[in-house]
């Protein structure tokens, strides 16, 4: 670090020295200095400017430690510096250089050094660049994407255990139905031979106290053919007996649905977490170039995010409508046995799906996932008219959109074609209080909303969510 100078001048000691010479080691005045270059023994000393002396040499010994003299040659063989006496005493017949050569050498090695050093910074800049931006993001995104699949998991198993739950529950409450009505039917059956019973005990003790002979027979003739009837009451059957809990066939009994539904899971590339990804990645691409596209069609900020934003949601439902369409028909035809079909309490033909079994319907529905996440060209031909009527659009708004909207269409299908389905959120009324655990806000700040501009991805419904929605909030002079 170069010396901020405030040192006096070594000869007159009055002025303030400008400049210094590494000979005499002395910082010298301009007067002092103007002197010393006359002098045949100094003129030829090495002097600069004292702002650019590096305090460590004033710490150097620049003269020999044996004779008290300057160097002035470099000795190759012993690799030291040496004064003018020592070349021909204790360095006799040794490979000599001039210190002017060896300090030009040096450098030039100096200048190499620097040259490393400073691709070596620019390495090491780039490196913490690098990890500052690309390793940091990727990091928490890493992060992220983890605890997005734990909490799908959990969300899973959690679903599991309650399906599996729910079937043994209602298999027990079935049960318990059907016993308790019989036991109910039993009893009232019991309790109206009590009465008709104890009606004709009563009688018979009256008939008892009858004394005029003829009418006594009579009367007991007739109570004989009711006794006759009264002789056989029924005698109700046990109960079935509740069969005993068995934990370790419960808990085998999940174990396997977890077994079945993670090994699907593994290998299923479009499960909610890869929906989730492709969402964000639709937003993050093909949305912006459908925005460009529609403002070129003269369409101001906000209505092309409302355009965009029903291509998704309509699709969405309407894709919705579609899969409880196909659900009805698998539930009318598993509820079908042979030819006989049985109807519900209206009268009509609507399958009763209470009666299937949810594991069964769950199976179900998991094949016709798998039969069907694939056939989403028909879809991406067919829903695009509908989308059209819905918001009274043209071909050419489809046109501008086309591979934004072909894209909602299938991963719309994607989400509702899941079990249960992936849920979108998008109903938020204006002026109402951003969520900030849900929404990240689009160009504007503010705490209210103004309008939605991508809605919030959830595993399922009230489950928890995938992907943030986008928000733009309302401005304060609006």
């Known amino acids: 670090m170069a010396q901020e100078s405030a040192n006096k001048c070594d000869i007159c000691k009055e002025d303030i020295g400008k400049v210094f010479c590494y000979e005499c080691r002395h910082f010298l005045c301009k007067s002092c200095n103007s002197w010393h270059e006359k002098f045949p023994a100094t003129k ?52 000599i250089t001039d210190i002017m050569d060896i300090a030009a050498e040096s450098r030039e090695v100096v ?21 500052k931006t690309t390793k940091q993001t990727k990091l928490q995104t890493d992060t992220d994407n983890f605890i997005k699949e734990i909490k799908e998991v959990s969300q899973d198993l959690t ?26 039917y039993s009893l009232a059956k019991l309790e109206k031979s009590y009465c008709e019973y104890n009606s004709l005990h009563e009688r018979c003790e009256q008939v008892l106290k009858e004394k005029h002979d003829a009418s006594f027979f009579l009367i007991q003739e007739s109570l004989i053919k009711e006794f006759e009837l009264l002789d056989h009451f029924p005698i109700p ?71 965009e934003l029903h291509f998704l949601t309509d699709s969405y439902e309407e894709c919705g409508r579609l899969v409880a369409e196909l659900d009805s028909h698998i539930e009318k035809a598993v509820a079908i046995s042979g030819c006989e079909q049985d109807t519900n309490k209206s009268g009509d033909d609507k399958p009763q799906s209470q009666n299937i079994p949810k594991e069964v319907l769950k199976q179900m529905k998991d094949l016709r996932r798998k039969l069907t996440e694939n056939n989403v060209e028909k879809l991406q031909k067919k829903l695009p008219e509908y989308l059209m009527k819905t918001r009274n659009l043209t071909e050419q708004h489809i046109s501008a959109c086309y591979n934004f909207v072909a894209k909602c269409i299938k991963y719309a299908w994607m989400m509702q074609i899941q079990v249960p389905p992936v849920y979108l959120e998008w109903d938020f009324h204006r002026e109402t209080h951003i969520d900030t655990d849900i929404f990240r806000r689009y160009t504007k700040t503010g705490d209210l909303v103004d309008f939605i501009v991508w809605p919030v991805l959830y595993l399922f419904k009230d489950g928890p969510v995938l992907n943030k929605g986008v928000v733009q909030p309302k401005s304060a002079n609006k």
Not at 63 to 86: E, G, M, S, T
Not at 171 to 183: F, I, N, P, R, W
Not at 238 to 264: A, L, W, Y
Request: hydrophobic residues 35%.
């Open 44 to 95: 030829r000393h090495t002097v600069t400017d004292s702002h650019s002396v590096d305090r460590s040499t004033l710490m150097l010994k620049l003269v020999c430690a044996d004779h008290n003299l300057q160097f002035a040659y470099y000795c190759r063989d012993c690799r030291c510096l040496i004064c003018a006496q020592c070349v021909t005493s204790v360095h006799k017949g040794h490979s």
């Open 159 to 184: 679903y599991i255990i309650e399906t599996v739950t729910e079937i043994n529950l209602t298999q027990a409450s079935d049960v318990h139905a059907l016993e308790k009505q019989e036991l109910l």
């Open 237 to 307: 059957e046990e109960p079935k007996e509740i069969k005993p809990f068995k934990r370790d066939d419960f808990i085998d009994s999940i174990v396997k649905t977890m077994e079945g539904r993670f090994h699907m899971i593994v290998e299923d590339p479009n499960r909610p977490m890869k929906i989730a990804e492709k969402m964000t990645e639709l937003f993050d691409n093909d949305w912006i170039d459908s925005m460009e596209a529609l403002e070129e069609l003269g369409f101001g900020e906000e209505e092309c995010v409302k355009i």
């Open 111 to 131: 200048k190499k050094r620097l040259s490393t050093i400073q691709n070596s910074i620019k390495i090491l800049a780039d490196l913490i660049e690098d990890f």
